[in-house]
């Protein structure tokens, strides 16, 4: 049985990771199953929206299997170690130095502790159900986020709410996330992947070129100056001024018709 399931449903592709029994936590093969998932994401040109959520109703994702990878990571070399940190993917098959421009859309439908937090992170949009609870309980255990985590956060709720987050490891609701911006909606669970796949239909709607380059500008921009943001920014404009897809909108725009994008 895989331990991530993978769906593809026209533009859009659907990721779950699928250890229910045990909150969705991270094992070595669940890692290894994932980044090749998001490896066929990033290679497939016809995926232009990916939901991430977990198997069954009581877990995204709890974080990583203290049982298992943490102490593999312990055993690893102090070679792959710093490679996997400063080429990445990291160690939790996702977020830690992983680049994919395909946007993201977490669908989160319980357990986002410590490591499955940093999934949330690692995703562009995330929409929570309503009996979601949120951590970084990593401090608790003599750890750290060490996966994307304690760059990543302070990036979208700020610093000293971060700060509070991973420094006192403590649990917050669905409400709470979504008061400070970690979520960006908060729904029934029953409606919880509707919900996710009508916001990725609206994202698959529009030039998947334009989508792409977006997220790709938007996170290039993070921690530069402003001028250089700007300057990656009007390059990667003026490459899509010179698509077949602006010329598709173009038509489209002035015929008040739906633009038949391509990708290209």
């Known amino acids: 049985?895989?331990?991530?399931?993978?769906e593809?449903?026209?533009?859009?592709?659907?990721?779950?990771?699928?250890?229910?029994?045990?909150?969705?936590?991270?094992?070595?093969?669940?890692?290894?199953?994932?980044?090749?998932?998001?490896?066929?994401?990033k290679r497939d040109r016809e995926v232009r929206v990916a939901i991430l959520t977990g198997a069954g109703e009581k877990a995204f994702c709890s974080g990583a299997d203290l049982k298992e990878l943490i102490p593999h990571i312990r055993e690893t070399s102090e070679e792959e170690n710093r490679s996997r940190a400063f080429q990445g993917p990291g160690w939790g098959g996702l977020s830690g130095g992983y680049e994919i421009h395909t946007p993201i859309i977490a669908a989160i439908n319980g357990y986002c502790i410590a490591g499955g937090h940093e999934l949330a992170e690692f995703c562009d949009i995330r929409i929570a159900a309503e009996h979601a609870t949120f951590g970084h309980q990593e401090i608790k255990w003599g750890l750290m986020p060490g996966d994307g985590g304690c760059s990543r956060l302070q990036r979208i709720v700020g610093l000293g709410r971060a700060m509070e987050i991973i420094l006192t490891g403590k649990i917050y609701d669905a409400q709470e996330a979504y008061r400070i911006g970690f979520a960006n909606h908060v729904?029934?669970?029953?409606?919880?992947?509707?919900?996710?796949?009508?916001?990725?239909?609206?994202?698959?709607?529009n030039g998947p070129l334009a989508t792409r380059a977006a997220k790709q500008a938007v996170l290039h921009s993070i921690g530069r100056p402003l001028q250089d943001g700007i300057a990656f920014e009007t390059d990667t404009f003026s490459y899509l001024?010179?698509?077949?897809?602006?010329?598709?909108?173009?038509?489209?725009?002035?015929?008040?018709?739906?633009?038949?994008?391509r990708g290209r």
Request: proline content about 5%; glycine content about 6%; charged content about 20%.
């Open 1 to 6: 049985m895989p331990k991530v399931l993978y």
């Open 241 to 261: 001024c010179r698509s077949e897809d602006w010329l598709a909108g173009q038509q489209a725009f002035l015929t008040r018709s739906k633009p038949g994008f």
């Open 187 to 205: 729904v029934p669970l029953g409606n919880l992947i509707a919900r996710a796949t009508e916001i990725a239909e609206q994202i698959a709607g």
């Open 8 to 41: 593809k449903r026209g533009a859009l592709a659907y990721v779950t990771l699928n250890r229910p029994e045990v909150h969705n936590c991270i094992d070595l093969r669940m890692s290894q199953e994932m980044l090749a998932i998001w490896d066929e994401v």
